[in-house]
């Protein structure tokens, strides 16, 4: 089994173009906001666009609640893809998501701005924040026993130009999700400190954490690094107990913030004998 990856910033287009990708890199199967659909029909999963929330929506799409991830990794060995194609914000993102459904090393990375003009980025941009528009590689059809959400139009996609000669490729729906209708949603630092702070002294052996800082790489998109300083009860192994504790943070703040967490960096300064 062979796998790619579409990568590009939300709204720029990406479920737009998967089905054109999808046919020139011979893709029988896609994964695309928390669904697996093989040959345009919905064969596992439940989309992210069905969430309320766009927490919610990011874990969905990540494959975050462990009875999705089981559906969908069930599936893909039933329907035995030979080239699946993952759409994402991020490397980190794809990469999460292949190794969640347990897939092979991803073997080409598509760039957004590689199949796109800055001007079709742009537009793609503008219609969903302005009208909140988002777009599932599926046809309509196959898409509302699934979906709870605005079904808007369907549109049907040709990869030929000449009307002659035009095949028909697929179709794809646009929809309205409800977490759309919200606005923009922020999360302070403030906030992930205090769920690092709450899960790390949650760790048997580590009493007390500070300096916690939170770093954005330049594209938000490829996720966050955490670092912060913490103190050890006296007796404990301190290699133990600090790598639990990277592991927890960086499972916990995914969980509740949907962001993707690169590294998670710990000094530890103190021992304490309390």
Avoid: C
């Avoid at 347990?102 to 990375?109: Q, R, T, V, Y």
């Avoid at 052996?205 to 050890?232: A, Q």
């Avoid at 990277?246 to 949907?258: A, C, F, W």
């Avoid at 962001?259 to 710990?266: A, L, P, W």
């Amino acid at each position: 089994m062979d796998v790619i990856a579409l990568v590009g910033p939300s709204g720029t287009g990406k479920s737009h173009r998967a089905l054109i990708v999808a046919h020139e890199h011979k893709v029988d199967t896609i994964i695309d906001d928390g669904l697996l659909i093989k040959d345009s029909k919905i064969v596992a999963g439940k989309s992210a666009k069905k969430e309320p929330s766009k927490i919610m929506a990011v874990r969905r799409a990540i494959f975050m609640e462990e009875e999705h991830a089981r559906e969908v990794r069930e599936a893909i060995k039933e329907v035995t893809p030979e080239r699946i194609l993952i759409l994402g914000t991020s490397d980190n993102m794809v990469g999460k998501i292949a190794q969640i459904l347990e897939l092979p090393e991803i073997s080409h990375i598509v760039r957004i701005e590689e199949i796109a003009t800055p001007a079709e980025i742009a537009k793609a941009r503008e219609s969903r924040l302005k009208e909140g528009k988002h777009i599932i590689p599926v046809p309509t059809i196959e898409l509302k026993p699934h979906f709870s959400g605005y079904l808007i139009d369907p549109l049907d996609i040709f990869f030929k130009k000449s009307k002659a000669s035009r095949r028909k490729l697929g179709e794809k729906s646009i929809v309205r999700p409800t977490f759309s209708y919200y606005g923009k949603l922020l999360i302070s630092d403030s906030a992930i400190a205090r769920i690092v702070d709450h899960v790390a002294t949650s760790e048997a052996g580590l009493t007390r954490t500070s300096h916690i800082v939170i770093k954005y790489s330049r594209e938000r998109e490829k996720g966050i690094s955490i670092t912060l300083e913490i103190t050890i009860r006296y007796g404990n192994a301190i290699w133990d107990v600090a790598q639990r504790a990277q592991q927890r943070i960086k499972k916990m703040v995914e969980q509740m913030t949907g962001m993707v967490v690169r590294e998670v960096n710990i000094a530890v300064k103190r021992l304490s004998t309390e």
